[in-house]
Structures are given as C-alpha cells and as structure tokens.
C-alpha cells in the first residue's frame, strides 16, 4: 500500500513538533483527523526518516518550555513616580505573562505589607482566569503574606534587586515611563491614577506587542480583518492623554 506524500509528511510533523509521541501515539492522533494508517506504517515512515523513537528525541527548546508556563504566570511590580510637589507615590500593578495584559492594583505613598497584601487579595478576587496562576514579585512585603499565599495565588520569591528575573513586569515599567510618564507632570495620586489608567486602557486594547504578532493584550488571539488599501480620506486620529499618544 502506497503511503500518501500528504499523510507522511503530516506523519514527521507531528513527530517534530510533539518529541515525546511515539508512533502509536502519533496513529492515535492521525485517527481522530479520519486518517487510516497503521501503526507499523507510522513507525516505517520515522525509521525512513531517521527520526529517533521518543523517549530519544530532543525535548522543547528553552523558549518552548517557557511559553509553556506562561499561561500560569502573572508578574507585580512597584513602579514609582515622583510629582511635582516632590512627593513619592509607588504604583502596584500585575502584568499577565502570556498576554501581557496589564492591571493597575493600587496607588499609595506608603506601600506597608496590610495594603500590598488587600490589593493582591483584590486582584486575586476580581481576576477573569479559571486557572490558579503562580505570581511573582519583586515587592518583599508581598511575598511574606499568609493570606497572599492562601489565595487563589501562589506567590514566587525573586531575586532581590535583579530586573532580569523579573523582565516583564519590568519591560512594561520602562515602556510606561519613555510613552507616558516622562512627558507629562503628576500632580497627585488622584491625577496619577487617571493618567495610568487611560494610559493602560491604551497599552491593553490597542497598543501593538511584536511577542503577539503586533496585536493588542485584549485582542491576542483574533486576527484583524484586512484593510488592503486604506484611503486617508476615512481615518479618524483618536487623542490619547491629551495628545501624546495618537491612535
């Protein structure tokens, strides 16, 4: 029986794409796309191909593993913005790692471990996901909560004082500062929070993201309609924080 050249090369892409099937899982999962074949054949098409059987095979690479994990994980930071009156304020903000969505917790000027640790209960409540992401943090006060920690949340230590452990939470605090925060004068934390909150509306639903295919957070898994050739004459520039942003 002449194997399709369709099926055989579905039959190596699937070996190649998932390491730790083997041929018989491989037939399995060719069954439930209707494609008869038989286990011996699937196994002949791999040894042709010098494929290795699985338990030999290569596991994910290190970016796979990690974009693995990433539905699981949520980051929180402080970012720290100073008014013109001098005055110190610390923003703490949750940041998802597999689509970078961003929420803004809280802004205090004295973030002590009683309001972390309510914010965080916040978030944990009024969170969309079904799933019990891990989150880590870069704030020691976070980490050492009880009620944090008997939340729908489990927290993760990270290094101290070490922004690479902590990189998406950190790149959305330098991407803050260069769009928004470096070019306007906070005045307070009520003023404070409304630029951070139309700032974030902003980076959350219509802000490109090239890890996304240069879609926003809120629209990662759609696909844009094409526009093909767009005349000038039909667009409409919507101001954004007084005209900073313009979309």
């Not at 041929?23 to 999962?29: L, P, S």
């Not at 994990?69 to 009156?85: E, I, N, P, Y």
């Not at 902590?166 to 330098?174: C, P, T």
């Not at 974030?200 to 526009?227: G, I, K, W």
């Amino acid at each position: 029986m002449v194997i399709p050249a369709g099926t055989t090369a579905l039959v190596l892409r699937l070996a190649h794409e998932n390491p730790a099937w083997g041929y018989r899982r491989i037939q399995g999962e060719l069954a439930t796309m209707g494609i008869p074949i038989a286990a011996s054949s699937v196994w002949a098409i791999l040894k042709r191909h010098d494929i290795e059987p699985c338990p030999r095979r290569s596991g994910p690479t290190w970016s796979e593993f990690l974009a693995a994990q990433a539905k699981g994980l949520m980051s929180c930071d402080f970012l720290s913005v100073d008014t013109v009156l001098l005055r110190r304020l610390y923003v703490l903000f949750f940041i998802h790692h597999h689509m970078c969505l961003v929420r803004i917790a809280g802004v205090t000027a004295h973030p002590v471990s009683e309001w972390v640790t309510q914010q965080a209960r916040n978030i944990a409540c009024s969170s969309p996901s079904r799933r019990t992401p891990s989150s880590s943090s870069s704030a020691t006060e976070a980490r050492s909560s009880p009620e944090l920690r008997r939340g729908r949340y489990q927290d993760d230590q990270d290094s101290v004082r070490a922004p690479r452990a902590n990189a998406i939470a950190e790149r959305f605090v330098g991407t803050a500062r260069r769009e928004c925060l470096e070019r306007i004068l906070i005045l307070g934390r009520r003023h404070l929070e409304a630029v951070l909150g139309e700032y974030v509306e902003h980076y959350n639903f219509h802000r490109p993201h090239r890890s996304l295919s240069q879609c926003a957070p809120s629209y990662a898994d759609a696909t844009p309609a094409l526009a093909g050739n767009v005349s000038a004459e039909h667009l409409r520039r919507t101001d954004v924080l007084g005209g900073i942003i313009h979309e």
